[in-house]
């Protein structure tokens, strides 16, 4: 399908939606046995930009008998056009609908594209519920974050991936093809797949409630599938499949350079962090693969920039290593390394200078709470001197501007802590005056404020949030705090940590209320322009919900969670140990100094996260 000229000419940045990229995979689609689409439910600049969507993507389309393409959210002007014309959603590489597909991959990143998902099928002509689907619709499939409590969307996915996805992807196609050559029947497949480790089935598990609206039982129809669905690692990274090249955007993206992935996990104990849990063990990659791997993006780019990703790049073991072996050649090449997620207890005067070819006059630290009891509590394990020895770092090598992540609504905070946020960046500020070799310009420290959401699997998952009124007012206690010009403060909307809040520990009942937010015309929730708290209530309460049940009630010790079917390795007991921990204020070291039991280590195989248990 080709989008009408006269119809891109009325959409704003119409190359979204032409395709031909330089890079993309084009087969002949009657000589593949599978055809699968990866659909990302955001616009096209943040789809283009996700790591993961471009490792799967060489997976699938490495394989002869397949072709993957890719999908995107069309942005409001476009979606107006394609209902005024008629025009189902297509996929880019051939322009053909989605609903000619056999499977449709969405990357599920964060809880407010759920509304973009429903968007999408409905766009694509697809009924929305899987208990509607045929044996002629495609397999609607979902993998990334938000999996990891799948409850709220399970009604309109037919299976879920739970963990890393390059190996049960194949697995699954692999499935799909035998299925399709003797005959393809849904629920047969279905069932098959629920059998594959790391594949979750919704419409094979059955909830039961309590009479307080708590859950009593989660039970699978069949005694062949699993109770518990454990989630799937890649255990040698240095192994894993890696994309030769890769499909580039013809307008900016939100990630215009190389992403080099440097490990997964985390040897943190972050207390808020779901990301430093489900990924754990932590896995590194080697120097050397690392290196090959970034000359091949290089030369399949051209980018000027290579970020080095992972949870927190200053913990990789070979930090110095890694970027001396790549300031070998990339000097050469005018590309600039990026250290993002930087901790200011590594951060040092070496790895200051190795990244000062970085075209920016800032750099970002997050010490997440005010004062160092709070800072206890979610064991971020940072002190302030540690925070302004960072900072001063910083100057000496020209740098005038800082930007410090924190949170407010943590469990235990009080204004006494919001107050010592303020003073923390004072702090920075007479650091830098205190710093002989500062630049000649005004320094400045940006302060930006997220809500604290819990999120399943952390040692904060049975917390309340803050309710509505008590965010708003800590947010405006710190506002009125801070009166010096060389201070900024931002924070996030309030109103949108809650509905993330009631989404990521919601329970099956919640897919009604999406259902109600769609035919609302709720979409892209994540965007200030067209988030509707309004819609929100008004999807809650015609639904019969009461978000409160979910954002801002703790719940129990005992009580069986939402999410209590998936095995990530790390225990509830760990979790719990961690909460009893951060009521003392007491801090846990992290797993590189002890192995703290959290359970996951032996998902790593010989690689084990744990120096301790490695001998």
């Known amino acids: 399908m080709k989008i009408p000229e006269r119809i891109l000419k009325k959409v704003e940045k119409p190359a979204r939606y032409t395709g031909g990229e330089w890079g993309q995979t084009v087969k002949d689609k009657n000589a593949v046995d599978v055809r699968f689409a990866f659909c990302f439910p955001d616009t096209y600049e943040i789809g283009m930009s996700n790591l993961g969507v471009r490792i799967l993507y060489h997976v699938l389309n490495s394989r002869e008998d397949t072709w993957a393409e890719r999908a995107y959210a069309p942005w409001v002007d476009m979606e107006a056009a394609m209902r005024e014309e008629g025009i189902p959603l297509w996929a880019h590489e051939s322009g053909d609908p989605l609903k000619e597909f056999d499977i449709l991959g969405f990357s599920i990143q964060y809880e407010l594209c759920y509304t973009n998902v429903l968007n999408m099928l409905d766009l694509a002509g697809i009924p929305l519920l899987s208990s509607e689907r045929e044996n002629g619709d495609p397999i609607i499939m979902a993998g990334g974050p938000c999996t990891y409590n799948a409850e709220p969307i399970a009604d309109y996915f037919d299976l879920c991936m739970i963990g890393e996805g390059e190996e049960v992807i194949d697995e699954l196609v692999s499935l799909y093809k035998e299925h399709k050559l003797r005959g393809f029947d849904r629920k047969a497949y279905l069932h098959e797949a629920a059998k594959i480790e790391g594949v979750y089935v919704p419409s094979l598990y059955t909830p039961a409630y309590n009479e307080d609206g708590t859950l009593a039982s989660f039970t699978p129809l069949y005694d062949d599938i699993p109770v518990k669905i454990k989630k799937r690692i890649i255990k040698d990274l240095d192994k894993s499949p890696f994309p030769t090249k890769l499909v580039m955007p013809f307008i900016e993206t939100v990630q215009d350079k190389i992403t080099l992935e440097v490990y997964r996990g985390c040897i943190r104990g972050c207390r808020f962090c779901q990301a430093g849990v489900v990924w754990r063990p932590v896995r590194e990659k080697s120097v050397e693969v690392l290196s090959e791997q970034a000359k091949v993006l290089s030369d399949a780019t051209g980018y000027d920039e290579m970020t080095l990703s992972s949870l927190s790049i200053s913990d990789y073991s070979c930090i110095d290593k890694l970027t001396d072996e790549l300031l070998k050649w990339t000097d050469e090449r005018k590309i600039s ?5 930087l901790r200011v207890d590594s951060f040092t005067k070496e790895l200051m200078e190795k990244i000062s070819t970085v075209r920016t006059g800032s750099l970002t630290f997050a010490p997440e709470a005010g004062t160092q009891r709070l800072r206890d509590v979610i064991n971020k394990n940072v002190r302030k001197e540690d925070l302004l020895r960072a900072c001063r770092v910083a100057f000496e090598g020209g740098k005038s501007q800082v930007k410090l992540y924190f949170m407010q609504g943590l469990p235990t905070e009080t204004n006494e802590d919001l107050d010592g946020i303020r003073e923390l960046a004072q702090s920075v500020i007479a650091e830098y005056y205190a710093t002989p070799n500062r630049p000649k310009k005004a320094p400045g420290v940006t302060i930006s404020a997220a809500c604290f959401i819990p999120k399943p699997f952390t040692a904060f998952q049975w917390e309340a949030q803050c309710d509505m009124e008590t965010l708003l007012e800590k947010q405006k206690y710190l506002d009125a705090q801070i009166n010096d010009r060389k201070i900024k403060y931002n924070y996030h909307d309030a109103k949108v940590s809650r509905i993330e809040a009631v989404f990521a520990r919601g329970d099956r009942r919640l897919n009604r209320a999406l259902a109600e937010a769609h035919k609302r015309g709720l979409r892209f929730d994540g965007w200030d322009e067209h988030f509707s708290y309004e819609g929100w209530m008004a999807s809650f309460e015609a639904a019969g919900i009461d978000p409160s049940f979910y954002a801002n009630r703790a719940f129990g010790e005992d009580e069986l969670l939402p999410w209590d079917y998936i095995d990530i ?4 007991e760990f979790l719990l140990r961690e909460r009893h921990r951060a009521y003392a204020a007491a801090t846990t070291r992290n797993c590189r100094e ?22």
């Not at 390394?337 to 997620?341: A, D, G, H, Q, V």
């Open 337 to 341: 390394l990026s250290l993002p997620s």
């Open 569 to 572: 390795g790390v225990t509830k």
């Open 594 to 615: 002890t192995c703290n039991g959290c359970g996951a280590n032996h998902l790593g195989g010989e690689r084990s996260c744990c120096p301790s248990l490695k001998k």
